[in-house]
């Protein structure tokens, strides 16, 4: 049993950034960070396996990094120069049978997951 607490969502300007925080318990082997925005799919946004590789999706490669505590408790998501594309609410997500040392998986990949948190950019 995994679970997740994700933090930190708010109202910001374009080009502000934010830092999103993901509070984990119990082990997992890859980290999947998702977005839904309104009337969109829930896409992949970065993804953390347990080895240590990253991915992040195109739109976001440059401006969003994630980092983990050294005791893998907590994961962060660093968004920067943040864009109105970027609203949506937010999600980590762990699973325990998947890898992801070569992209982000499909959400449907992934078994547990935080309740969410909102980001909303305004222009």
């Known amino acids: 049993q995994v679970q997740l607490a994700e933090s930190g969502g708010g109202s910001v300007q374009a080009g502000e950034a934010l830092k999103l925080s993901c509070e984990i318990s119990?082990?997992?082997?890859?980290l999947g960070w998702f977005r839904q925005g309104p009337g969109k799919e829930r896409e992949g946004v970065a993804s953390?396996?347990?080895?240590?590789?990253?991915h992040y999706m195109d739109s976001v490669t440059g401006r969003f990094t994630v980092s983990q505590d050294n005791a893998k408790t907590t994961a962060y998501l660093h968004m920067d120069n943040l864009t109105p594309e970027d609203t949506g609410t937010y999600y980590c997500?762990?699973?325990?049978?998947?890898?992801?040392?070569?992209?982000?998986?499909?959400?449907?990949?992934?078994?547990?997951w935080g309740q969410g948190t909102h980001v909303t950019v305004s222009s």
């Open positions: 997500a762990a699973g325990l049978a998947i890898r992801c040392r070569n992209k982000i998986p499909g959400h449907e990949y992934f078994t547990y």
């Open positions: 953390v396996d347990r080895d240590g590789s990253v």
């Open positions: 119990g082990g997992y082997s890859c």
